[in-house]
Nanobody, 118 residues
Framework: QVQLVESGGGLVQPGGSLRLSCTASGFVYSFSRYSMSWYRRAPGKGRELVAVILRSPDGANYADPVKGRFSISRDNAKNVTELQMNNLKPEDTAVYYC?????????WGQGTQVTVSS
């Protein structure tokens, strides 16, 4: 039914950039009714909130470790949210998950691997 599919992960050197995308489908309500977030789970650590973008107004919040480097955005016409990651660091290595928070609950994607290594 509800499906969130992440893409764009991969291997990148420190200082490099990646753009993650999350495509949603099967929602009961319009995509614009959902706030969208990115979480990550680093090796041996718990799940960490990375960024969130609100439905209206579409302001964004970021975790301290990624402020100034990451940027979250959304395209309601395409049911897509993205995470632009710049100046990547080894500590950014993690599985990144897309999450939707809507009128009837929370939904999660399957995750995409991001590895930052020289």
């Amino acid at each position: 039914q509800v499906q969130l599919v992440e893409s764009g992960g991969g291997l990148v050197q420190p200082g490099g950039s990646l753009r993650l995308s999350c495509t949603a489908s099967g929602f009961v309500y319009s995509f614009s009714r959902y706030s969208m977030s990115w979480y990550r789970r680093a090796p041996g650590k718990g799940r960490e909130l990375v960024a969130v973008i609100l439905r209206s107004p579409d302001g964004a919040n970021y975790a301290d470790p990624v402020k100034g480097r990451f940027s979250i955005s959304r395209d309601n016409a395409k049911n897509v949210t993205e995470l632009q990651m710049n100046n990547l660091k080894p500590e950014d290595t993690a599985v990144y998950y897309c999450m939707a928070n809507g009128p009837r609950g929370v939904y999660w994607g399957q995750g995409t691997q991001v590895t930052v290594s020289s």
